[in-house]
């Protein structure tokens, strides 16, 4: 891995314009996040907390501003559990290998190195146990960190996360919290989207959307 100097940003958005479907989503959104630094987005329902993060990652086009970043393509974007299906025909290991598969190419053979980031992952939010369970056989937080250890163990360098300790108990959380603070710790870069700032144990800087 190439070092990064922790005042580098890994990302930046400059002045987003955003629509979706002819509507305007964003208007002169800045953010920034550094190596081993957490970016909080927060606003009201509707604001575009979600549009953002997607922006970032590389899935709507702005019609003004910029996005850039440091590493193209070491992107993990965690969605909210609702934007998957319940009826996901896979377990939850399986889930959190598919974060490997950029990895391990078209065959998706996972050797030890990536078996072990995908158990690690698991256990960073406290589902190992839950490992050959179903994903439609999970509740609403399970769900949440079964995505989440699948955006843990893609180990990029920038990792976007919608909302996610929405509706978990205070022990997922504070799971959930240690495995942002794991990820920061190794230089990761984070952008979390809450609607409550007092969610997380530690953050840099705070994005408001009006
Ligand atoms: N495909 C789409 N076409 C048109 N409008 C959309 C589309 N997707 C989202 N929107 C609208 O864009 C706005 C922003 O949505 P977004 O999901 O980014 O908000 P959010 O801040 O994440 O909301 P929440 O807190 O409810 O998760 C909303 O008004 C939504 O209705």
């Not at 501003?65 to 998957?84: D, K, N, T």
């Amino acid at each position: 891995m190439t070092r990064v100097h922790a005042t580098t940003p890994l990302a930046r958005a400059i002045r987003l314009d955003v629509d979706l479907d002819g509507h305007p989503v964003l208007r002169d959104v800045s953010l920034s996040v550094r190596a081993g630094a957490v970016t909080v987005v927060v606003g009201p329902n509707g604001a575009g907390k979600s549009t953002l993060l997607e922006t970032i990652a590389g899935l709507h086009r702005p019609r003004a501003g910029r996005v850039e970043l440091a590493f193209p393509g070491e992107v993990a974007l965690v969605p909210q559990r609702s934007a998957i299906s319940t009826r996901l025909p896979v377990t939850v290991g399986e889930l959190a290998a598919m974060g490997r598969w950029r990895r391990t190419g078209a065959l998706r053979r996972l050797g030890r190195d990536d078996r072990a980031i995908v158990s690690a992952s698991l256990e960073a939010v406290g589902i190992a146990d839950l490992r050959r369970r179903p994903v439609a056989a999970l509740s609403g937080g399970q769900r949440q960190r079964a995505l989440l250890a699948q955006g843990l163990a893609r180990r990029a360098r920038l990792l976007l996360l919608d909302e996610p300790m929405n509706a978990l108990d205070d022990e997922s959380r504070s799971a959930v919290n240690a495995a942002i603070q794991t990820a920061v710790s190794g230089g990761t870069g984070v952008v979390v989207v809450t609607h409550a700032l007092d969610e997380l144990d530690r953050f840099d800087a705070v994005i408001r959307l009006p």
